[in-house]
């Protein structure tokens, strides 16, 4: 079995948040949500200088050393006040070099990135179910082989609009499925944090 | 900061089908720009169409909701710089508003 590179899952996941919107989608935004959004100022087609993404290649303190997927070099300062996520909401010490990472924060004038969250070795994979064991689903993602690792106390399902509960029972193989893990780095494995199935 | 659409073309609409679950989204083609808002926390961002999708008819029926404001049916996939900027990444979708 084939191992994914960090890069080959983020660029299959890089577009994965999924907007789910409603009848009212279509109405149009008022002027005064759009002016307080900062993020509106950016020109789209010019990189966010408030977002990072990478492998780390060094901790220093409470600064990440980040190499990008373009070579780029970030140094991304975790605070008491930022929000980590890996596989769950977690503290410092359970980031790694080697991880990978998207961050969003502030960019300083001295090039640092202060961040307010940083999601490390998160994946987002629409696949297939092509196999499942009691803690493993096999999946086929674009016809690439990925082991999800069904992650006792923290695995949930979302089955379309129910809430999200520990019973994966309802999954079948050959559905397709949204799955929301943790990478395992240099590895096609991942532990599964929220799998969405149609019901 | 981009996204995918699924009616960016007639063989991106073939696949994606939106009609299926009674979305009647516009053609809009690579390079148009909406406005996305966060119906969560009415945060908003700026993105571009760049390719094609979610595949909408796979989902039907979805829904999701922030409190008393929900969405249904998944109409477009934003890439993780443009996601960020409105919810967390690790909530996967969120409903929203397309301008």
């Known amino acids: 079995?084939?191992?994914?590179?960090?890069?080959?899952?983020?660029?299959?996941?890089?577009?994965?948040?999924?907007?789910?919107?409603?009848?009212?989608?279509?109405?149009?935004?008022?002027?005064?949500?759009?002016?307080?959004?900062?993020?509106?100022?950016?020109?789209?087609?010019?990189?966010?200088?408030?977002?990072?993404?990478?492998?780390?290649?060094?901790?220093?303190?409470?600064?990440?050393?980040?190499?990008?997927?373009?070579?780029?070099?970030?140094?991304?300062?975790?605070?008491?006040?930022?929000?980590?996520?890996?596989?769950?909401?977690?503290?410092?010490?359970?980031?790694?070099?080697?991880d990978g990472l998207y961050a969003r924060g502030l960019k300083l004038d001295d090039g640092t990135l202060a961040a307010d969250s940083v999601w490390v070795n998160i994946v987002n994979l629409t696949a297939?179910?092509?196999?499942?064991?009691r803690d493993v689903l096999h999946l086929d993602h674009h016809g690439d082989r990925v082991v999800g690792h069904v992650v006792a106390g923290t695995t949930a399902a979302v089955?379309?609009?129910?809430?999200?509960?520990?019973?994966?029972?309802?999954?079948?193989v050959?559905?397709?499925?949204?799955?929301?893990?943790?990478?395992?780095?240099?590895?096609?494995?991942?532990?599964?944090?929220t799998v969405f199935a149609a019901a | 900061m981009q996204c995918a659409w699924p009616n960016a073309s007639n063989n991106c609409f073939?696949?994606?089908?939106?009609?299926?679950?009674?979305?009647?989204?516009v053609r809009r083609t690579c390079g148009h720009q909406f406005t996305i808002t966060s119906l969560?926390?009415?945060k908003a961002v700026r993105v571009k169409i760049a390719d094609c999708g979610p595949q909408t008819d796979l989902w039907c029926g979805e829904k999701t909701c922030c409190g008393a404001k929900c969405g249904t049916n998944r109409i477009m996939d934003l890439t993780p710089a443009a996601y960020s900027a409105i919810g967390s990444l690790s909530g996967g979708r969120l409903p929203c508003t397309v301008a």
């Open chain 2, 14 to 25: 073939d696949i994606t089908r939106p009609d299926k679950c009674g979305k009647n989204l």
């Open chain 1, 159 to 172: 089955y379309n609009d129910t809430p999200a509960v520990s019973d994966l029972s309802l999954l079948q």
């Open chain 1, 128 to 133: 297939h179910i092509t196999a499942m064991e």
């Open chain 1, 174 to 193: 050959g559905k397709h499925v949204q799955v929301i893990g943790a990478w395992r780095p240099d590895t096609n494995e991942v532990d599964i944090a």
């Open chain 2, 40 to 42: 969560c926390n009415n």
């Open chain 1, 1 to 98: 079995m084939s191992s994914l590179g960090r890069r080959r899952f983020l660029s299959s996941a890089a577009l994965g948040g999924a907007a789910v919107v409603g009848a009212t989608a279509f109405g149009s935004v008022a002027p005064e949500q759009a002016l307080a959004s900062p993020s509106l100022e950016l020109d789209p087609a010019l990189p966010d200088p408030n977002f990072a993404e990478g492998r780390i290649s060094a901790i220093t303190g409470s600064m990440l050393m980040v190499t990008g997927s373009d070579r780029t070099l970030h140094r991304i300062h975790v605070t008491d006040g930022t929000s980590l996520w890996k596989l769950r909401p977690t503290t410092f010490d359970a980031i790694k070099v080697g």
